[in-house]
């Protein structure tokens, strides 16, 4: 195949398990092979990195692989505890949560980071589902930068005072006025931010968003979550 400059990349599909046997016509728009991976055959995606030069094989995890592996794992019970903490009866979870569960335990976020990227997209959820990624990245950061001022450990976020602070920082960000959400503190990291906004990119469809190199091994299940979500 013929590669030019520029930095490119180009996308396929092959038969799960294949050693690079392209399936469809390559292309660098990333959501049609999205769309083939949404199929009931198991498959992996292609890249051809024109920028390093390089031919990825990305093996696709399946919905119940994600799901045993969040069960197991600390990733679970930081879900539950923003569910316990959203300040009313009924939390805003949607597809979007538990795709952001799934890439957080992928990417082996931190907690103060799934945590951060979690409050956000709740937040967004509830105020606006159509917020920008500029205010939801902020909002990410702000939500993580303050956890970490606070001091508190992983095991203490987990206790029922944790519960307590994750709730504080909910009325915080839903109480703040919205020319504030997209303000990005300096100094703080910002993973949070990358988890939220990938997510946003592939519930939405929107895979040249993506910044995380794990994002791309969820392109199955997140296509399967918009499917189900439409029908």
Same mark, same amino acid.
């Given at each position: 195949?013929? @590669?030019?400059?520029?930095?490119? /990349? ?12 392209? *399936? ?9 092979? =999205? &769309? ?7 498959? %992996?995606? *292609?890249?051809?990195?024109?920028? !390093?030069?390089?031919? @990825? ?5 399946? $919905?119940?692989?994600?799901?045993? /592996? ?14 316990? =903490? ?15 569960? %799934?890439? $957080?335990?992928?990417?082996? $976020?931190?907690? +103060?980071? !799934? +945590? ?23 909002? &990410?950061?702000? $939500? ?16 029922? &005072?944790?519960?307590?602070? *994750? ?5 915080? +960000? ?7 959400? =997209? ?5 703080? %990291?910002?993973?949070?931010? @990358? ?5 946003? =990119? ?23 979550? /918009?499917? *189900?979500?439409?029908?």
């Amino acid at each position: 195949m013929k @590669k030019g400059g520029g930095g490119v /990349r180009q996308f396929n599909v092959q038969r799960a398990g294949a050693d690079f046997e392209p *399936l469809l016509s390559w292309s660098t728009d990333p959501t049609i092979s =999205a &769309a083939a991976l949404s199929g009931p055959d198991a498959r %992996d995606l *292609l890249v051809i990195d024109e920028a !390093t030069d390089t031919l @990825k094989i990305v093996p696709q995890l399946s $919905a119940e692989t994600l799901l045993d /592996r969040v069960a197991h794992s600390i990733y679970g019970r930081l879900a539950d505890q923003v569910t316990a =903490a959203w300040p009313s009866a009924t939390a805003p979870t949607t597809p979007a949560t538990y795709l952001l569960v %799934d890439l $957080a335990a992928m990417d082996h $976020a931190t907690v +103060l980071a !799934t +945590l951060g990227a979690l409050v956000a997209l709740m937040v967004a959820q509830h105020k606006d589902a159509a917020v920008s990624l500029a205010r939801l990245n902020g909002m &990410a950061g702000q $939500a993580q930068c303050w956890l970490q001022q606070l001091g508190l450990s992983e095991h203490q976020l987990l206790l029922p &005072a944790g519960v307590t602070v *994750l709730r504080q920082l909910f009325h915080q +960000l839903l109480d703040q006025d919205a020319s504030c959400d =997209a303000y990005v503190p300096l100094g703080c %990291d910002t993973r949070a931010g @990358k988890l939220a906004q990938d997510v946003v =990119a592939l519930t939405t469809g929107h895979l040249t968003a993506l910044t995380l190199p794990t994002a791309w091994q969820l392109l199955r299940v997140a296509g399967t979550e /918009r499917q *189900l979500h439409r029908d």
